[in-house]
C-alpha cells in the first residue's frame, strides 16, 4: 500500500467514524416538550387521521414568558414527532 492510499484510508475511517458518533449525538439530544407544546402530556387523545404521513407543521405558544415556535411531524403510526422549536420573543 502507497502512503497515498494508506491516507486516503485513514481519511475515510476518520469521516465515517465521525459521520457515526453525529447521528448519535444527535439522537441523544431529542427535542422533549415544554409546557404548551403539543405533546408536553405524551401524544394527543385524537390522531392525524387526514394529515399526510410525513407532513409537517406548525405551533405557537407561550411559555416562561418567551414565545416560542414548535415543527411537528406526522409518524407512519400517526403520532407527532417534535422536530424542531424556536424562541421568537419575549412578551
Do not use: C, W
Not at 15 to 32: C, G, K, M, Y
Not at 53 to 78: C, L, N, P, Q
Amino acid at each position: 500500500m502507497t502512503v497515498r492510499t494508506r491516507t486516503i484510508v485513514a481519511t475515510s475511517v476518520l469521516l465515517a467514524s465521525l459521520a457515526v458518533q453525529t447521528a448519535l449525538a444527535t439522537r441523544a439530544r431529542a427535542l422533549e416538550p415544554i409546557p404548551g407544546s403539543i405533546t408536553y402530556q405524551g401524544q394527543p387523545k385524537t390522531k392525524l387521521q387526514k394529515s399526510p404521513v410525513g407532513s409537517i407543521f406548525s405551533h405557537s405558544f407561550y411559555a416562561g414568558g418567551a414565545r416560542y415556535e414548535e415543527t411537528y411531524k406526522v409518524k407512519e403510526d400517526r403520532s407527532l414527532e417534535l422536530v424542531n422549536r424556536r424562541r421568537l420573543s419575549n412578551r
